[in-house]
Structure formats: structure tokens, C-alpha cells
């Protein structure tokens, strides 16, 4: 082929390019992500379950072909649409008022929606927001004319939700939905709403007076405090001016006193020099005391009582001694009298032989008995013996441990032990003590029985009466060897 032809060849292929080209672009339609595409015409049908109720065909989000002169293709938009409220209405207390409000709403994504919101607005998508307007103008008066201003300002929320309830079905015919529904005023003509708030207003402002008040009053305490402090403070720099005068005026009047004041210094020293003086005088005398009276006393005390335990000592070993020897003595006279017993046994034992040879001639009956009866008195004879040497051995033995007791009780607690003595023989002592009135012929006593009493225990001590009572008794002897003894015997006496 030749170069031309070849061109030409060139030129048809790009024209024909370009008309298939230009007559792509005139049959194909896109929808865009807002919007819809209607299609209706020959063929235009929805490959969907609204296929048999649809004479149209609904194209979202792709593109489609677009036959010309046999279909048609029309947008809707899918958009948001926003319209204002403005309803007069009455509530359920007679009161009008106003709501101010605005609706946002869209047609449905579903194909449902879309193909309601496209028979009834395709042509006519500006009068969406009348239509919108109308419905839920007349939802809003039917819901507030049950409701309270009190209910309309406290509770819009129950407002919305029951307007939104109330025109779901008709929307939903619409094939629109309700993004948002906002109630943004609510006024009245009478002052209502305004009266309502005017007890809390009240009340704010009386809080707020109240809260001035209580700042106000804080702030005349804090200047109280402040003007009380700096008047302290005035207070105390006047009072240390005052205390550094005086010790001005002190220090001038102890420089003038100085001399007075030395003198008198003197003479306190020489007062208590003459005061540790007279002290070291007195313990001088004291030592004196000490080394002159107080130690021969003591040694004279001491010497009396070591005097008065070696006598007491050597009564309690005389004691022991006589108690040792009156044993003894006991044990020698049950040895004596066990020996007589022994010996008058064989003694009678010897005589019953005797007459037992003798009777041997006279006969042997004789004999036996005599022989038998000797042998008795024998046995009797020394049962008798012994038992007298056992009793005086007993009585030995019981008057040395008397005596040993006596003088280990006289060691132990002499005080007690003479106590003991007295008053068992009590008796005997008044009776020596009264033998001493024996032979008054006169006695006139001035204080009734208290004088008796002491008349009786001066005669009692006179002479040592009780005191000898006393010492026989611990030494052994009974009041009844005191009975022939009276210091006071044959005198005659006077008492007053």
C-alpha cells in the first residue's frame, strides 16, 4: 500500500475512534455519591425485588447506559436538607407560645425511600423543606397541646422524641429520614416563662446579697484583726520603750546606791562569818558531848547488859546442870530398887528351894505348892520393883525436862516466861500484897476506888514484893512458902 493510502487508512481508524468516543460520552451516565440516578424509558427496570412495582430504574454510586430518545435519566439528590421551624401553638394550660426549632433530613439510602422520595419529588426537590415544614408543624401542635411550659423547657427531649415518633410513618412515605430535629426557643406572649424563672432569679440574687454580705462582713473582721494587731503592736512598742526607761532609771538608781549597797555587802559577810562561827562552836560542843557523856554512857549501858546476859547465862547452865543431876539421881534410885527387887526374888527364890527340900520329907504334894507359892512371890516381888523403878525413873526423867524447859523458856523470853508465872499465881501475889493493910488501924482514902488501885500496886512494889514472888517462882518455889514472909508485918500504918 501506498502512503496515502495508508493515511487514509490512519485518518478513518481515529475518526472512527472519536465518534465511538463522543457517542460513549452521550449514552453513559454516572451517579455521583450524593446523588441517584433515575432512569426510565424502554428497558428501564430494577434487577431487585421492587423489579415488578418499579417503572423505573434506580442507579446509586456506578454508571449505566442511557439510550437517547428511548430513556431518560434524572438525578435526585441524596444530601442533607435543612429546614426552620416556626410554630404557634397552645399548651396544655392554655398559654401560647412559640417554638423555634430546625429539622435536618435526607431521602433514605434504601431503594424503597429513594423510589417514594423520587415519585413524589423528583421534579419538585425544593418543595422538600415546605412538605417538612407542614408535617412536623402539625405533629408539634398536636404533642404540645398535651404538654406543660413546665414540660416544654424542663423535658425537650420528651418533646423531640415524641414529635420524631409521631412523624416516622409519614416520613417514611416520604421516602426521608430525620437526622436531626432541635428545639432551639420557646417564647410567650404572656410573660410565662419569664414569671417561672423569677423565684430562682430571687433567690440567686438573694444568695448573692447573702454571699456580698458575709464577704463584706470577712473584710471588716480582717481590718478589726489588722486594726487590733497594728493597735498590739503599738501597745507592745510603747511598753518595751517604758522597760528600757526603767532600766534606765535602774541602772541610774543602782549607780547612785552603789555605795549604801557595798557597805551593807560588808556587813552581811561579816554576819555570816559570825554565823559559821557560832555553827563550828556548837559542833565543838557536840563532839565534846559525844567523847564525854554519850560514849561512857554507852559503854556503861553495854556493859550492864553483857553483865545481865552472863548472869542469865549461868543460871541457864545451872539449870541444865541441876536438871542433868536430878536424872541422874533418878536413874540410880530405878537401879537400886531394880537390884532390891532382884535380890529379894532370889532371895525368896532361895527360901522356896529351901522349903521345898524341907517339905520333900514331909511329902511331895506339900512341896509342889510351897515351891509353887515362892516362885509367885518372887514374881510379884520383882514386878513391884521394877515398876517403882520406872515410876521414880519417870518422875526424874519428867522434873529434868520441866527444869530444862524452864530455863531454855527463861533463855528464850525471860519477859514471858515471868508474865506466865504471875499469872497463874495471881492469887498468891494479892494475897502477899495485901497483908500489908493487915495491921492499919486508920486509912482514909481522898479518890475513891482509882485511889485503892494505886495504893494497892505502890504496896505490891514496896519492898520488891513482886518482883521476889517473881524470881522464887522462876527459881522452883511455890507462893505458898512466900505466905510466912511480909516486909510490912507487925508495923502500923497511915495511909491519906
Known amino acids: 500500500m501506498t502512503t496515502t493510502e495508508l493515511a487514509f487508512w490512519a485518518g478513518g481508524i481515529v475518526a472512527l475512534l472519536v465518534i465511538i468516543i463522543l457517542l460513549f460520552k452521550a449514552v453513559w451516565r454516572v451517579a455521583e455519591p450524593n446523588e441517584a440516578l433515575i432512569i426510565s424509558g424502554l428497558g428501564a427496570h430494577t434487577r431487585n425485588e421492587l423489579a415488578d412495582s418499579l417503572g ?14 428511548f430513556q431518560t435519566a434524572r438525578r435526585l439528590r441524596l444530601d442533607s436538607r435543612a429546614t426552620n421551624l416556626q410554630v404557634n401553638c397552645v399548651t396544655q394550660q392554655g398559654i401560647p407560645v412559640q417554638v423555634r426549632g430546625v429539622i435536618i433530613y435526607k431521602v433514605g439510602d434504601d431503594f424503597t425511600s429513594i423510589a417514594n422520595a423520587a415519585r413524589r419529588f423528583l421534579d419538585q426537590q425544593d418543595s422538600m423543606s415546605g412538605a417538612i415544614h407542614e408535617l412536623f408543624t402539625g405533629h408539634l401542635r398536636s404533642i404540645i397541646g398535651n404538654l406543660t411550659v413546665e414540660d416544654l423547657i424542663l423535658n425537650r427531649e420528651r418533646l423531640t422524641g415524641e414529635t420524631r415518633s409521631s412523624a416516622a410513618d409519614e416520613m417514611s412515605k416520604l421516602g426521608l429520614v430525620v437526622d436531626s430535629l432541635q428545639i432551639q426557643e420557646i417564647d410567650d406572649e404572656t410573660g410565662y416563662i419569664l414569671n417561672l424563672g423569677k423565684p430562682h432569679a430571687a433567690r440567686v440574687a438573694a444568695s448573692a446579697r447573702i454571699a456580698e454580705a458575709q464577704r463584706d462582713q470577712e473584710a471588716t473582721e480582717a481590718e478589726q484583726v489588722a486594726a487590733a494587731k497594728k493597735a498590739a503592736a503599738i501597745r507592745e512598742s510603747q511598753i518595751q520603750q517604758s522597760g528600757y526607761t526603767a532600766e534606765v532609771d535602774q541602772a541610774a538608781a ?58 542469865r547465862d549461868a543460871r541457864i547452865a545451872q539449870a541444865e546442870a541441876e536438871a542433868r543431876e536430878t536424872e541422874l539421881r533418878a536413874v540410880a534410885q530405878a537401879s537400886q530398887v531394880k537390884q532390891a527387887a532382884a535380890a529379894e526374888a532370889e532371895s525368896v527364890r532361895l527360901r522356896a528351894e529351901a522349903a521345898g527340900a524341907a517339905a520333900r520329907a514331909t511329902g511331895e504334894g506339900e512341896a509342889a505348892a510351897a515351891q509353887a507359892r515362892g516362885l509367885a512371890d518372887a514374881e510379884a516381888a520383882k514386878a513391884r520393883g521394877l515398876a517403882e ?72 512494889t514496896l519492898g520488891g514484893t513482886g518482883l521476889g514472888l517473881a524470881r522464887s517462882l522462876l527459881n522452883g518455889a511455890t507462893p505458898a512458902a512466900l505466905n510466912g514472909t511480909d516486909p510490912l508485918a507487925g508495923k502500923s500504918h497511915d495511909a491519906s
Do not use: C
Open 56 to 69: 423505573f430504574k434506580i442507579i446509586t454510586g456506578k454508571g449505566t447506559a442511557v439510550l437517547p430518545g
Open 254 to 311: 543602782k549607780a547612785r546606791q552603789a555605795g549604801p549597797l557595798s557597805e551593807a555587802t560588808s556587813r552581811q559577810e561579816v554576819v555570816v562569818q559570825e554565823t559559821r562561827a557560832a555553827e563550828l562552836e556548837a559542833q565543838l560542843a557536840e563532839q565534846r558531848l559525844q567523847s564525854q557523856v554519850r560514849k561512857p554512857a554507852d559503854a556503861r549501858a553495854y556493859e550492864t547488859v553483857t553483865l545481865s546476859q552472863a548472869e
Open 389 to 460: 523403878a520406872e515410876s521414880a525413873r519417870a518422875r526424874g526423867l519428867a522434873e529434868a525436862d520441866a527444869i530444862r524447859a524452864r530455863s531454855q523458856a527463861l533463855a528464850e523470853n525471860q519477859e514471858a516466861v515471868i508474865a506466865q508465872q504471875l499469872a497463874e499465881n495471881w492469887p498468891a501475889i494479892v494475897e502477899a500484897g495485901a497483908k500489908a493493910f493487915g495491921n492499919i488501924d486508920h486509912m482514909v482514902v481522898l479518890n475513891g476506888a482509882q485511889g485503892v488501885e494505886e495504893l494497892l500496886a505502890k504496896a505490891l
